[in-house]
Nanobody, 120 residues
Framework: EVQLQASGGGLVQPGGSLRLSCAAS????????IGWFRQAPGKEREGISC????????YYEGSVKGRFTISRDDAKNTIWLQMDRLKIEDTNIYYC?????????????WGQGTLVTVSS
């Protein structure tokens, strides 16, 4: 069974930092790109960062580029999202995600989400 367990959310003041973790199991972790989405109430879920399996290349959505850093440790089947200089608009539920190729098709898997609240 594929599982993605996200953690590390919480309440932080503007300008502060948080580090999210996502522990994965049930698939060959080092074969797949994995990343983070976020979703605010009433809004669509948006992809903010991902990291590839092949060369470790990273993608960042424009609003987080330069403030967030994604990393992975294939030995631990885990990714992290270091979030620095947090802004009020970063308040969201953050989900880790991977798409797995299974039985001839791609299937999306999601963690349970972890809430990040940026507030003074």
């Amino acid at each position: 069974e594929v599982q993605l367990q996200a953690s590390g959310g919480g309440l932080v003041q503007p300008g502060g930092s948080l580090r999210l973790s996502c522990a994965a199991s049930g698939f060959t972790f080092d074969d797949y790109t994995i990343g983070w989405f976020r979703q605010a109430p009433g809004k669509e879920r948006e992809g903010i960062s991902c990291i590839s399996s092949s060369d470790g290349s990273r993608y960042y959505e424009g609003s987080v580029k330069g403030r967030f850093t994604i990393s992975r440790d294939d030995a631990k089947n885990t990714i992290w999202l270091q979030m620095d200089r947090l802004k009020i608009e970063d308040t969201n539920i953050y989900y880790c995600n991977t798409d797995l190729y299974e039985h001839g098709s791609w299937n999306a898997y999601w963690g349970q989400g972890t809430l990040v609240t940026v507030s003074s």
